[in-house]
């Protein structure tokens, strides 16, 4: 009697495992994250809908934009931009704005350029010179707007003009120094041979499916509100897919001249970009620095009740801004294989502000992911790629990447309102 | 007693905020802390709080004489406090809420599987069920939720003492009485409660003893079950009410 009352209940209970039930909990996942996007937390979207589109468009008008010889120079291109942002994602998240990250990456590459060329100095100590230079930069505007109040707004406008002076004395009055030193070139210039490329691929893969999966078991296992195992399988196939296929379009031959030289592999920037952004989402999701980096730029004043020690988390915060300021000032350099007093200038700052912005960080503080900025980086990289083979001048480009730019803080300030409207019931 | 303050006093340069003011609250009670703007209430508070230091009197805890200098401290001997700004980071979930600035960690990661576990328990402990989804940020949640949240917040930590400071001031009817019924829940789970308010209303609702501040004094301490309204209003408003209250040669006077 009551074995058979169970086994009614068992197939009647939704979820339990039934075809039907697995389909609703897909369902329900869709819905909720639906709900999500409504309420304002847009995320990712508008940046890959962007990126969907300009490379629609950019694809119909320009065929060449397609090549695989262009996908892999996107990267180059977009690369310093990129790293910059990463970086500008730590401040822009605990409210503050550095807009000195630009020219600290250009004084720090041409403290890389001064060791390596002109002292003659190993590599390796030319890089750590470049990012200690990074670090010490963060830690005196850190400690400026932190321990003196100046707003970073002021701050970094004041290092941003400072910084430009310094490049153009370390580099002696405008001249440039070239750098020679074939690992540093290969940072930007180098790619991966193709037995390498599918070996990170598939260790790239094991490991996110294994963290995704043993995240969904241990959720299970305590019993707490977990997606349904369908979804967690087809973000890791998605994700798998994806990086399967850009490994394969970057081992085929992309040479112009493939009888003269050989040009395959993934660029070894890839590898630099992943690396850094594994490194960085780790330490703004899964470490306490991170979660009270959020605080602060959520409400300062609660995060100071918690007994979190904001002024170092601001000052920290600095600190990463310009590291990877210096790591950007590195790729540029080793890109051009020079560094005159225009690296990190022009537009390189508003670049990667847009390129935070548009990826989701807000300027109002409390939001922002590294993810975030490396697709509004793709997105910034496409715009200026794509117009330059569309043989735009460089005054039209800059007038619609300011144009993104505004129509990203627009999307930003508005998903804001959207989420006050929609928060309080 | 739990927390008893005697004598206690507080200076902001020549303004004598709080003088030789006396309070004793027990666990398991709901004490209302009333009194006009300016007061000393919420200086009272903050010399609990450890945010303070106190110039005079003494504050003692399970009957030992204690020098709360920080949060940390009064933190470590059970004493938490709900401000009335709410101080919740409206960016962050409401499991993060809870936690922020105790973070359980497994190794350097966040151990947030063990957080959200501890937390639902927490919540459902206090017979909280208007909050489904402790992964939504705070910034989604009614004010009345906010405030449950701020509350657990405090709850969380095997607090002894509770402080909260107008916790329905911004609230709605249906919420005001959500979260008196949860000051309620607190202290018959064996917490001492201290209350502050300006509706006595809800005073009179939620405490088992009212005490109330004249600039800066302690006018009286009364059983809520023996106090009327009216009593309560005159004390607040001119520190005394009929035998009860402040002397008339110290009303208001400073000597």
Same mark, same amino acid.
């Given at each position: 009697?009551?074995?058979?009352?169970?086994?009614?209940?068992?197939?009647?209970?939704?979820?339990?495992?039934?075809?039907?039930?697995?389909?609703?909990?897909?369902?329900?996942?869709?819905?909720?994250?639906?709900?999500?996007?409504?309420?304002?937390?847009?995320?990712?979207?508008?940046?890959?809908?962007?990126?969907?589109?300009?490379?629609?468009?950019?694809?119909?008008?320009?065929?060449?934009?397609?090549?695989?010889?262009?996908?892999?120079?996107?990267?180059?291109?977009?690369?310093?931009?990129?790293?910059?942002?990463?970086?500008?994602?730590?401040?822009?998240?605990?409210?503050?704005?550095?807009?000195?990250?630009?020219?600290?990456?250009?004084?720090?590459?041409?403290?890389?350029?001064?060791?390596?060329?002109?002292?003659?100095?190993?590599?390796?100590?030319?890089?750590?010179?470049?990012?200690?230079?990074?670090?010490?930069?963060?830690?005196?505007?850190?400690?400026?707007?932190?321990?003196?109040?100046?707003?970073?707004?002021?701050?970094?406008?004041?290092?941003?003009?400072?910084?430009?002076?310094?490049?153009?004395?370390?580099?002696?009055?405008?001249?440039?120094?070239?750098?020679?030193?074939?690992?540093?070139?290969?940072?930007?210039?180098?790619?991966?041979?193709?037995?390498?490329?599918?070996?990170?691929?598939?260790?790239?893969?094991?490991?996110?499916?294994?963290?995704?999966?043993?995240?969904?078991?241990?959720?299970?296992?305590?019993?707490?509100?977990?997606?349904?195992?369908?979804?967690?399988?087809?973000?890791?196939?998605?994700?798998?897919?994806?990086?399967?296929?850009?490994?394969?379009?970057?081992?085929?031959?992309?040479?112009?001249?493939?009888?003269?030289?050989?040009?395959?592999?993934?660029?070894?920037?890839?590898?630099?970009?992943?690396?850094?952004?594994?490194?960085?989402?780790?330490?703004?999701?899964?470490?306490?620095?991170?979660?009270?980096?959020?605080?602060?730029?959520?409400?300062?004043?609660?995060?100071?009740?918690?007994?979190?020690?904001?002024?170092?988390?601001?000052?920290?915060?600095?600190?990463?801004?310009?590291?990877?300021?210096?790591?950007?000032?590195?790729?540029?350099?080793?890109?051009?294989?020079?560094?005159?007093?225009?690296?990190?200038?022009?537009?390189?700052?508003?670049?990667?502000?847009?390129?935070?912005?548009?990826?989701?960080?807000?300027?109002?503080?409390?939001?922002?992911?590294?993810?975030?900025?490396?697709?509004?980086?793709?997105?910034?990289?496409?715009?200026?790629?794509?117009?330059?083979?569309?043989?735009?001048?460089?005054?039209?480009?800059?007038?619609?990447?300011?144009?993104?730019?505004?129509?990203?803080?627009?999307?930003?300030?508005?998903?804001?309102?959207?989420?006050?409207?929609?928060?309080?019931? | 007693?739990?927390?008893?303050?005697?004598?206690?006093?507080?200076?902001?340069?020549?303004?004598?905020?709080?003088?030789?003011?006396?309070?004793?609250?027990?666990?398991?009670?709901?004490?209302?802390?009333?009194?006009?703007?300016?007061?000393?209430?919420?200086?009272?508070?903050?010399?609990?709080?450890?945010?303070?230091?106190?110039?005079?009197?003494?504050?003692?805890?399970?009957?030992?004489? !204690?020098?709360?200098?920080?949060?940390?401290?009064? $933190? /470590? @001997? +059970?004493?938490?406090?709900?401000? *009335?700004? =709410?101080? &919740?980071?409206?960016?962050?979930?409401?499991?993060?809420?809870?936690?922020?600035?105790?973070?359980?960690?497994?190794?350097?990661?966040?151990?947030?599987?063990?957080?959200?576990?501890?937390?639902?328990?927490?919540?459902?402990?206090?017979?909280?069920?208007?909050?489904?989804?402790?992964?939504?940020?705070?910034?989604?949640?009614?004010?009345?939720?906010?405030?449950?949240?701020?509350?657990?917040?405090?709850?969380?930590?095997?607090? !002894?003492?509770?402080?909260?400071?107008?916790?329905? $001031? /911004? @609230? +709605?009817?249906?919420?005001?009485? *959500?979260? =008196?019924? &949860?000051?309620?829940?607190?202290?018959?789970?064996?917490?001492?409660?201290?209350?502050?308010?300006?509706?006595?209303?809800?005073?009179?609702?939620?405490?088992?003893?009212?005490?109330?501040?004249?600039?800066?004094?302690?006018?009286?301490?009364?059983?809520?079950?023996?106090?009327?309204?009216?009593?309560?209003?005159?004390?607040?408003?001119?520190?005394?009410?009929?035998?009860?209250?402040?002397?008339?040669?110290?009303?208001?006077? !400073?000597?």
């Amino acid at each position: 009697m009551s074995t058979t009352a169970q086994a009614n209940d068992a197939e009647t209970r939704p979820g339990a495992g039934t075809e039907p039930g697995a389909v609703r909990a897909v369902a329900d996942h869709v819905r909720g994250y639906w709900a999500e996007v409504r309420s304002g937390e847009v995320g990712a979207l508008p940046a890959v809908a962007g990126i969907i589109a300009l490379c629609v468009f950019f694809g119909i008008s320009q065929p060449v934009f397609l090549s695989v010889g262009n996908l892999a120079n996107l990267f180059g291109q977009g690369a310093a931009v990129a790293c910059i942002a990463m970086g500008l994602v730590f401040v822009l998240v605990i409210g503050e704005i550095d807009l000195s990250a630009g020219f600290a990456s250009g004084v720090c590459a041409a403290i890389m350029a001064v060791i390596l060329t002109d002292w003659g100095m190993p590599w390796p100590l030319a890089i750590a010179a470049a990012i200690a230079t990074g670090v010490v930069i963060g830690l005196l505007l850190g400690t400026l707007v932190v321990k003196l109040g100046i707003p970073s707004f002021v701050v970094t406008l004041a290092a941003f003009l400072a910084f430009q002076g310094i490049v153009l004395m370390i580099l002696e009055e405008g001249s440039n120094i070239t750098i020679h030193n074939e690992t540093v070139k290969a940072v930007a210039g180098g790619n991966l041979e193709r037995w390498q490329g599918w070996t990170l691929l598939v260790l790239t893969i094991a490991a996110y499916a294994a963290l995704q999966l043993n995240r969904w078991r241990r959720r299970v296992a305590r019993s707490l509100v977990h997606e349904p195992l369908a979804v967690v399988v087809a973000r890791v196939a998605s994700l798998g897919a994806l990086l399967t296929a850009t490994v394969f379009l970057l081992n085929l031959e992309r040479s112009a001249n493939p009888q003269i030289i050989s040009l395959t592999g993934v660029p070894v920037v890839i590898v630099l970009l992943g690396v850094l952004f594994a490194v960085w989402t780790f330490v703004l999701h899964r470490t306490r620095f991170g979660r009270h980096l959020y605080a602060v730029g959520g409400n300062r004043e609660a995060a100071v009740r918690a007994g979190v020690n904001v002024d170092r988390v601001r000052i920290a915060a600095f600190v990463i801004c310009s590291g990877m300021a210096a790591i950007g000032g590195i790729v540029a350099a080793s890109r051009a294989a020079s560094v005159d007093p225009n690296t990190g200038g022009s537009n390189v700052l508003l670049l990667s502000v847009g390129a935070a912005v548009i990826g989701g960080a807000s300027l109002f503080g409390g939001k922002g992911t590294v993810r975030a900025a490396l697709l509004g980086g793709a997105v910034v990289a496409i715009i200026n790629n794509g117009m330059g083979l569309m043989g735009l001048s460089a005054g039209v480009r800059f007038g619609v990447t300011g144009a993104v730019l505004l129509l990203a803080a627009g999307v930003d300030a508005m998903s804001r309102g959207r989420g006050k409207l929609f928060g309080r019931h | 007693m739990l927390l008893e303050l005697t004598g206690l006093s507080k200076r902001f340069g020549p303004v004598e905020v709080l003088s030789d003011v006396d309070l004793a609250i027990d666990a398991g009670e709901v004490c209302a802390l009333v009194g006009d703007n300016g007061a000393g209430k919420s200086t009272l508070v903050k010399c609990v709080a450890g945010i303070h230091g106190i110039d005079g009197g003494a504050i003692t805890v399970d009957g030992e004489a !204690r020098h709360i200098t920080g949060p940390r401290d009064a $933190a /470590a @001997l +059970g004493i938490e406090v709900v401000y *009335q700004d =709410l101080a &919740l980071c409206d960016n962050l979930d409401v499991v993060e809420n809870l936690f922020l600035g105790r973070e359980k960690m497994r190794g350097m990661m966040l151990d947030d599987d063990a957080m959200e576990q501890l937390a639902a328990e927490t919540l459902s402990s206090l017979a909280v069920r208007t909050i489904r989804n402790l992964r939504q940020p705070v910034a989604s949640l009614s004010g009345g939720q906010r405030q449950t949240v701020a509350i657990a917040k405090a709850v969380l930590w095997n607090s !002894r003492l509770v402080i909260l400071d107008e916790p329905t $001031a /911004a @609230l +709605g009817v249906a919420q005001t009485r *959500q979260v =008196l019924e &949860l000051i309620r829940r607190l202290a018959d789970q064996g917490l001492a409660v201290l209350y502050i308010s300006h509706n006595l209303n809800d005073v009179f609702a939620v405490a088992d003893r009212i005490a109330a501040l004249y600039l800066g004094r302690m006018a009286a301490v009364l059983d809520a079950a023996d106090a009327t309204q009216s009593q309560v209003v005159e004390l607040i408003t001119s520190g005394r009410s009929g035998t009860l209250g402040l002397g008339a040669d110290t009303n208001g006077a !400073r000597t």
